[in-house]
Each structure stands twice: as C-alpha cells, then as structure tokens.
C-alpha cells in the first residue's frame, strides 16, 4: 500500500479549495490551479502519476471530514459546465479516470485489511476512497453505473468500527444514485440488494437505517416496484407502535414501556423513515383498504410526543419530521401547529426538543430544494412539451405557506443562550429566504441580531443573508437599522451568562470592535441613511425616550467604536450631541428641581436653587436677561471652587429633598443617559484628536468634501464609563438609598447644573471670562465623569489635531474676534 502524500501539500489543497466560492478572480483561480492538479487527463501508462493523484485527492477529501464536501461539488460542478458545450472534453475524461482508478484502490485496501499492522491506517483510506467515490456519484452517477455491481458486496460489511459504518453508509448512497440508471440489472443482483439492505435496517442505528431507507426507497420506487417487501417491513414496526400505545393507554404505571424502551425508539424511527420515502396510501402498498395510513401514522407518533420520557419524544418528532417530506399537508393539522409553536416558543422547554423542531423544518426545506432543482432540470430538458414550471411553483406555495405558519416563532428562537438553538433557527431563515418563501424585510431585524453573535461561523452566515438582501432590495436595511439594533440589544441579553455584568456593544478580543459594526458599513455608504441612522440611536438618549440604561450603555459602545472612515462621521454625532445635552440637560434639572420645590413647600428655596430657575428661563428666554445674568454667574461659580462653597451647596440642597427618594432614583436614572453621551463625546473627541473648535465650527449643512478627509485614530483610547458601569453594577434603581448615595446624587446635580451654565461656549465675552468658562464646563464634565485622566474623562488640551487646526482656548468666539 503506498505512503500517504506529504501532509504540507494536502493542508495547502485544503486552504485552496475552501476558497472555490470566494469572488470572481479567487474562484477563477481555484479552478484552473485544481484542473491542472487533479481533472488532468493522465497518461496510461503513468501508473505512479496517478496513484499520487489519488492519493492527494482521498488525503485532501479525509481533511475535511468534519467540515463538509460542498466545495468538491462545487469544484466539479464548475469544471464540467465550464466544458458542456466543447467538443473536447479533458475534465470528463480526467474523471472517468479517476473514478475508475479510485475502485481499484479500493479493491486493494480491501485485501490489505487482513494486515493487522495496517489495519487502521487502511480502513480511514478505504472510507476516503468511497467518500470520494460518493462526492463524483453525486455530480455524475454515470461515471459509477458499471461500478455498482462492485460496491454491492460491500453492504455486508461487518461493523465493529466508525469507519466500517461510513463505509456502508457510504455505498447505501452510491447505490441510491446509480442503480436507477442501470440500464437492465440482473434480478438477483436487485433482491440482493434488498436483502442486504432490509437486514441493515432491521439491525443497526439511526444513520444506517435513515441512509439504507432511503437507498431502498430508490430501488424500489424506480427499479423492481417490489411493494410487498417493504409493506411488511412497515407493519412490523407500525404493529408494533400500535400495541404499545395500546398498552399505554390501557396502564400508564406499567413497566411495559420502559422494558421496551429500545423497540419503540427503533419503530417510531423506522416508522418515520419508512413513510419519508415510501407514500403508504398508495393502492399498490394497502390494496383496497380505506384506511388513511398517513392519518394513522401521525396519530400514533403524536401520541408518544406526549410521552413523559424526552428521548421517546424526541423520537417521534423526528419520526414527525420524516413524515412531513412526504406530505407537508400534515403540518398545516392544529395538534402539529400547536406542538411545534409551544416547543419553539416556551422558554423551559428541552433544548433537545427545540433543535430537533429546528431540524425537522430544515429538513424539508433541503428537500423542496431538491425538488425544485430536480423539476427545473427536468423542465429544461422537457421544457416545449409540459408545463413542469408550474408544478414547481405549487410545491413551493405549500413551502411559503407551510414558512409562514413557524416564522415568527423561528426567528424569536434566536433569543436563546444555546448557540446549537440559534444555529439551526438561522439555517431555517437562510434556506427560507434563498428559496424566496417569505418577504424578507421581517427577518431583517433578526439577521442584524444574529450578525453580533459570538461565533464567527454565525456572524457570517447572517451577515451574508444582509448583503444578499440589499443587493435586491436597497433600503430595506437602513429601514430596520434601529429596530435590528435594538433585537441585538436583546440577543446578548439572552446570551449573558452573568446577569450581573452589564451587556456591552463591543467585541472583548484586540480589535475593540463594535457589535453592530458590519450593520455600519453597510449604511455608511449613503450619507442620508447614515445620518438618519446615527440620530434616530441618538434619539434613544433622549430623557423623554424612556430607554433602560443597559440598552443606552450597549447603543453608546456601539456609537463609540463603530468603523468610521471620514472626519464627517463623529462630528456629526457630536454635533447631535451638544444638541441633545442642552434640551434633555434642562429638562432633567427642571423635573429635579420640582420634586424639591413640591415636598418642601415651607422651606425657602436655596441660592442654587434660584440660580438654576433662571438658567433654565434663560434657555428660552430672552437673550439680554441672559447676557446680564453671566458675569454674575460666572464669577460665583469659577471663583467659589472651594471644598467648603461646594459642601455649602450639596447641604443646601440636601436640606431640600424630599421624603421618597423615588425622584432622586428618577434623576440618577435619566442622567445616565446625558453622562453616556458625555463621555461618547469625550471619547470620539479623543480618539479622532479633534479640537474643540473644529467641533464648534462643524456644520451638518456643510458640503460633504468639507470633512471628508480620513481618520487618524490614536491607539489605546477605550471607551469605559465608569459612572454608567457603577450604576448598573449596584442596581440602584432597585436598592435602597442611603444618606452616601443621596449626597453624591445631589452633587451629579449641581455638576449638571454647573455644566448646564457653561454649555455653549460665549462669543460676547471678556477674554478672560472665556477662559473661565471654559475651565467651569471642563471641571463639570471631569467631576460628572468620575475623574481620572483628562485623556479620557475631561475635555483634552488640543495639541495634537489630526488635521492641523489651529489651536485655540477651545472656543471659536476668540479666534474669530
């Protein structure tokens, strides 16, 4: 037997091939390099050419076992279309070679078996070598019609290994392809295969007996329609589900069902896989009895899907499943609407149960697929006589129908912390939207959602169906941007193993990126989406919005890292910013400041108080009652900074609170959402190096080349706010409020307030007071954000530009006197 291929060469064909579905020049470049490598006629008489080919071929083949063989038939499906119409055909040639050769090897390993040394080593060959086989049967089953009588013996393998239950599986599939396209078989040739494979069935586990029904469903539906055969095969399993049901029913405490427990798992299987592939309802099975077999059938499994054991009913929901490829009417039955919408949407229900109801409809989605591409070849050949189309399109109303009854309880499947639940509930979305089954705009949210999942594989999978959509429907993404942002909100929260660490927006690996990032890049390509987009999550800030704090710390990760590419794109947040501070900044001290004027009627009102009543007047009041109350101000707050001042006016106000302390809940609530967008504006400020003029100076009416110069992002400037993360991490809004919590609430207050009086930077004042406002606002915001360093927490000295602005005190009033 010869030595296996240098393993360096079979990982690099593995690397290779996996990209046969990449972009047009990639793939391009995958077939011609694997043409020349493998689908090259070889010369005859090159005897070691060719075993090297096919040894390199089976090695490359076992790799990739576990990850699965689309791209080999993707490979060959590309090579041989490639040549359809040439009248040399090397490709062709290449594989009738290689398919011949690979039965020869095959015959070899067979007899070197006996060689205990090797024994191992040979069996992983021999099952490559039939995989191989099987993968050529499946793009072209003639290159195996003369082989079949070859592989048939090799049913009767005796299994003691994995490998010897591949190999039959393996050569049940082979037979399934290639027997119906025997031209005149031998009738001992045919029975034996029956045989072979009814003592498979009768005999071995669940993948033998799905893969030997099947293969039997081939032979005797299209070759030698031995009914009878098979008819009893099913009564003896249906018999013998109907006597324990019986006997259920008569003793629910009897034993008699745990003694049997493995005969009724086999027959609710068998029953199941039998009636997949074989209509029982036919004359030819039941002759001319009135009974509805396939009404029989779904009464007996759905009686054990009641079953108080999880592994019988797990059996009879795939038995179920089988059932339904056959006829998919059944789903439409109330008892089945009902069992698989309370086994999808109760959240106690087994995971078990779920992922098999998950199976089952992707499942018959694969084969509707099936059949429709099997009707579509068959149109095309026969496309002038029949109108095959039409048939088509009636199978795919009932897939429509039959997607549109689960849908909803589908899609909410994705909120669920078992990744293997969300997997499948994907794979049902996929297949339902590339078989075009339903309007894909509903499941744009959910696919959005799905794009944060923490498994790569997943990310890309919806992200990919995103792409798709868009293609053909522009703006439905941006249309259900918020929405998606929100249900990924919600899929994290699902997927939180510790409820008590807050959900963040961004990815815990090196790159810091955020959630949401791929939904980004989709929008970000057209201004007036992007835009609409950024201020409608904007908006969620907003105090009237009334967004829990989790979902606006996880939308400000978001915001915070998001792949912004032009200086346009945080300018234009922080811009918003501003705007949002000052409406929802006033309306906060306004509401606090009410529930202390209400409950302490009889107490005068502190100097703060009042100061704050007509900083909040002068908002909208008018511009010369503002202009004279500012020096005022100015002076009482930048130069009374003392420790005693600052203790003077937190006593003040604390003398003021009211008994409850839900309005102090209310505020230290709301003012989350105006601290998130402070320290977002910080962040975004710092890591783009932008100074405050050139913030202050941003116009969102402005031409878009303006700003559309690129980013220079400064490394290590993380996003963390502390105060948000406290919050949530003690629960405040449900703890109790001690005399600590109630005094640094109050002094949030007064640094909201001092924030609040120097907002907006004065163009009309004196140099020097400028300068003073400044330092008031940046000690708010430093003191409102918990301290620390100014690089992130208080407004940045701005040396370092990324464009080269000039530096100014951080007001555009100075430099344009």
Same mark, same amino acid.
């Given at each position: 037997?010869?030595?296996?291929?240098?393993?360096?060469?079979?990982?690099?064909?593995?690397?290779?091939?996996?990209?046969?579905?990449?972009?047009?020049?990639?793939?391009?470049?995958? /077939?011609?390099?694997?043409?020349?490598?493998?689908?090259?006629? %070889?010369?005859? @008489?090159?005897?070691?050419?060719?075993?090297?080919?096919?040894?390199?071929?089976?090695?490359?083949?076992?790799?990739?076992?576990?990850?699965?063989?689309?791209?080999?038939?993707?490979?060959?499906? /590309?090579?041989?279309?490639?040549?359809?119409?040439?009248?040399?055909?090397?490709?062709?040639?290449?594989?009738?070679?290689?398919?011949?050769?690979?039965?020869?090897?095959?015959?070899?390993?067979?007899?070197?078996?006996?060689?205990?040394?090797?024994?191992? =080593?040979?069996?992983?060959?021999?099952?490559?070598?039939?995989?191989?086989?099987?993968?050529?049967?499946?793009?072209?089953?003639?290159?195996?019609?003369? @082989?079949?009588? %070859?592989?048939?013996?090799?049913?009767?393998?005796?299994?003691?290994?994995?490998?010897?239950?591949?190999?039959?599986?393996?050569?049940?599939?082979?037979?399934?392809?290639?027997?119906?396209?025997?031209?005149?078989?031998?009738?001992?040739?045919?029975?034996?295969?029956?045989?072979?494979?009814?003592?498979?069935?009768?005999?071995?586990?669940?993948?033998? =007996?799905?893969? #030997?029904?099947?293969?039997?469903?081939?032979?005797?539906?299209?070759?030698?329609?031995?009914?009878?055969?098979?008819?009893?095969?099913?009564?003896?399993?249906?018999?013998?589900?109907?006597?324990?049901?019986?006997?259920?029913?008569?003793?629910?405490?009897?034993?008699?069902?745990?003694?049997?427990?493995?005969?009724?798992?086999?027959?609710?299987?068998?029953?199941?896989?039998? #009636?997949?592939?074989?209509?029982?309802?036919?004359?030819?099975?039941?002759?001319?009895?009135?009974?509805?077999?396939?009404?029989?059938?779904?009464?007996?499994?759905?009686?054990?899907?009641?079953?108080?054991?999880?592994?019988?009913?797990?059996?009879?929901?795939?038995?179920?499943?089988?059932?339904?490829?056959?006829?998919?009417?059944?789903?439409?039955?109330?008892?089945?609407? %009902?069992?698989?919408?309370?086994?999808?949407?109760?959240?106690?229900?087994?995971?078990?149960?779920?992922?098999?109801?998950?199976?089952?409809?992707?499942?018959?989605?694969?084969?509707?697929?099936?059949?429709?591409?099997?009707?579509?070849?068959?149109?095309?050949?026969?496309?002038?006589?029949?109108?095959?189309?039409?048939?088509?399109?009636?199978?795919?109303?009932?897939?429509?129908?039959?997607?549109?009854?689960?849908?909803?309880?589908?899609?909410?499947?994705?909120?669920?912390? !078992?990744?293997?639940?969300?997997?499948?509930?994907?794979?049902?979305?996929?297949?339902?939207?590339?078989?075009?089954?339903?309007?894909?705009?509903?499941?744009?949210?959910?696919?959005?959602?799905?794009?944060?999942?923490?498994?790569?594989?997943?990310?890309?999978?919806?992200?990919?169906?995103?792409?798709?959509?868009?293609?053909?429907?522009?703006?439905?993404?941006?249309?259900?941007?918020?929405?998606?942002? $929100?249900?990924?909100?919600?899929?994290?929260?699902?997927?939180?193993?510790?409820?008590?660490?807050?959900?963040?927006?961004?990815?815990?690996?090196?790159? &810091?990126?955020?959630?949401?990032?791929?939904?980004?890049?989709?929008?970000?390509?057209?201004?007036?989406?992007?835009?609409?987009?950024?201020?409608?999550?904007?908006?969620?800030?907003?105090?009237?919005?009334? %967004?829990?704090?989790?979902?606006?710390?996880?939308?400000?990760?978001?915001?915070? #890292?998001?792949?912004?590419?032009?200086?346009?794109?945080?300018?234009?947040?922080?811009?918003?910013?501003?705007?949002?501070?000052?409406?929802?900044?006033?309306?906060?001290? !306004?509401?606090?400041?009410?529930?202390? =004027?209400?409950?302490?009627?009889?107490?005068?009102?502190?100097?703060?108080?009042?100061?704050?009543?007509?900083?909040?007047?002068?908002?909208?009041?008018?511009?010369?009652?503002? +202009?004279?109350?500012?020096?005022?101000?100015?002076?009482?707050?930048?130069?009374?900074?003392?420790?005693?001042?600052?203790?003077?006016?937190?006593?003040?106000?604390?003398?003021?609170?009211?008994?409850?302390? *839900?309005?102090?809940?209310?505020?230290?609530?709301?003012?989350?959402?105006?601290?998130?967008?402070?320290?977002?504006?910080?962040?975004?400020?710092?890591?783009?190096?932008?100074?405050?003029?050139?913030?202050?100076?941003?116009?969102?009416?402005?031409? *878009?080349?303006?700003?559309? $110069?690129?980013?220079?992002?400064?490394?290590?400037?993380?996003?963390?706010?502390?105060?948000?993360?406290?919050?949530?991490?003690?629960?405040?809004?449900?703890?109790?409020?001690? +005399?600590?919590?109630?005094?640094?609430?109050?002094?949030?207050?007064?640094?909201?307030?001092?924030?609040?009086?120097?907002?907006?930077?004065?163009?009309?004042?004196?140099?020097?007071?400028?300068?003073?406002?400044?330092?008031?606002?940046?000690?708010?915001?430093?003191?409102?954000?918990?301290?620390?360093?100014?690089?992130? /927490? *208080?407004?940045?000295?701005?040396?370092?530009?990324?464009?080269?602005?000039?530096?100014?005190?951080?007001? &555009?009033?100075?430099?344009?006197?």
């Amino acid at each position: 037997i010869e030595q296996p291929t240098f393993p360096k060469i079979t990982e690099m064909c593995v690397k290779m091939i996996r990209r046969v579905n990449d972009e047009e020049g990639i793939k391009k470049l995958v /077939n011609e390099t694997f043409q020349k490598l493998w689908f090259t006629p %070889t010369p005859h @008489h090159d005897k070691e050419a060719m075993t090297r080919k096919i040894l390199n071929i089976t090695d490359v083949v076992a790799a990739c076992r576990d990850t699965g063989y689309d791209w080999f038939e993707q490979l060959l499906q /590309n090579l041989l279309k490639s040549e359809e119409d040439a009248s040399y055909k090397p490709v062709k040639k290449a594989c009738t070679q290689l398919v011949d050769n690979l039965v020869e090897h095959i015959l070899k390993y067979e007899e070197s078996l006996s060689d205990s040394d090797n024994k191992g =080593v040979n069996s992983g060959r021999l099952v490559a070598c039939i995989t191989t086989l099987f993968l050529f049967s499946k793009i072209r089953p003639q290159l195996m019609v003369k @082989h079949a009588m %070859t592989m048939q013996p090799y049913l009767t393998t005796k299994c003691s290994t994995q490998n010897d239950f591949m190999v039959i599986c393996n050569v049940a599939k082979i037979l399934e392809l290639v027997v119906p396209l025997m031209e005149h078989p031998s009738e001992t040739f045919l029975a034996t295969i029956e045989e072979d494979l009814m003592k498979l069935i009768i005999k071995y586990g669940m993948t033998v =007996v799905q893969h #030997c029904v099947s293969c039997l469903g081939a032979v005797v539906n299209k070759v030698t329609q031995n009914y009878k055969f098979v008819w009893a095969c099913f009564n003896r399993y249906y018999g013998a589900l109907s006597k324990l049901k019986n006997q259920h029913q008569e003793d629910p405490n009897s034993t008699i069902l745990t003694a049997n427990k493995p005969a009724l798992l086999r027959s609710l299987f068998t029953v199941g896989a039998l #009636c997949r592939h074989f209509d029982f309802d036919q004359e030819d099975f039941k002759g001319n009895s009135k009974v509805n077999i396939k009404d029989k059938v779904l009464e007996l499994l759905m009686y054990f899907t009641k079953h108080s054991d999880e592994e019988v009913q797990t059996k009879a929901i795939i038995g179920l499943g089988f059932a339904f490829i056959q006829h998919p009417s059944l789903m439409f039955e109330q008892e089945v609407k %009902t069992l698989y919408n309370s086994i999808l949407s109760d959240k106690n229900c087994s995971v078990n149960l779920k992922i098999q109801v998950l199976k089952n409809l992707q499942t018959y989605l694969q084969e509707e697929d099936t059949r429709m591409q099997q009707a579509d070849r068959d149109w095309k050949k026969v496309a002038k006589q029949e109108d095959l189309k039409e048939m088509g399109d009636i199978s795919s109303g009932m897939s429509s129908s039959i997607m549109q009854l689960y849908l909803k309880q589908v899609l909410e499947a994705f909120f669920h912390n !078992q990744s293997s639940v969300r997997h499948f509930a994907l794979n049902v979305i996929a297949l339902t939207l590339n078989q075009g089954l339903i309007h894909p705009v509903q499941c744009v949210p959910y696919l959005i959602a799905m794009g944060t999942d923490p498994e790569p594989s997943m990310r890309n999978k919806a992200d990919q169906q995103l792409v798709e959509i868009d293609k053909k429907y522009a703006g439905f993404i941006h249309m259900k941007a918020v929405a998606g942002m $929100k249900m990924s909100y919600q899929v994290q929260q699902a997927i939180n193993t510790c409820p008590k660490d807050p959900v963040r927006g961004f990815r815990h690996d090196e790159s &810091s990126s955020a959630l949401c990032s791929h939904l980004y890049s989709m929008i970000r390509g057209n201004r007036q989406h992007r835009r609409a987009f950024l201020i409608s999550l904007l908006n969620l800030f907003d105090d009237t919005a009334k %967004t829990e704090v989790n979902m606006l710390l996880y939308i400000a990760d978001n915001l915070a #890292c998001f792949p912004y590419q032009t200086q346009e794109e945080p300018l234009f947040i922080m811009h918003h910013i501003d705007i949002t501070l000052s409406v929802s900044g006033s309306n906060l001290l !306004q509401s606090f400041k009410e529930s202390m =004027v209400k409950d302490k009627k009889k107490e005068r009102k502190p100097a703060s108080d009042e100061e704050t009543e007509s900083d909040s007047n002068s908002g909208s009041g008018s511009e010369s009652e503002e +202009e004279a109350s500012k020096p005022r101000r100015l002076r009482k707050r930048v130069d009374s900074d003392s420790d005693s001042d600052e203790e003077n006016d937190i006593n003040a106000v604390m003398k003021c609170l009211p008994e409850n302390s *839900a309005p102090l809940i209310e505020f230290a609530n709301v003012s989350q959402g105006i601290l998130l967008l402070l320290m977002l504006k910080q962040h975004l400020k710092n890591l783009c190096g932008f100074s405050d003029s050139k913030i202050q100076k941003y116009s969102p009416s402005e031409s *878009a080349k303006v700003y559309d $110069k690129a980013i220079n992002r400064k490394t290590g400037v993380h996003f963390h706010p502390k105060q948000t993360l406290d919050f949530l991490r003690s629960d405040m809004a449900n703890s109790k409020i001690t +005399e600590e919590v109630k005094r640094s609430i109050v002094k949030q207050y007064l640094d909201f307030k001092l924030l609040m009086e120097h907002l907006d930077p004065d163009e009309e004042e004196e140099d020097g007071e400028v300068s003073a406002s400044t330092n008031a606002r940046n000690k708010a915001i430093t003191s409102l954000l918990g301290g620390g360093s100014p690089k992130n /927490n *208080a407004a940045e000295t701005e040396d370092d530009e990324s464009d080269g602005e000039d530096r100014g005190g951080g007001t &555009s009033g100075v430099r344009r006197r």
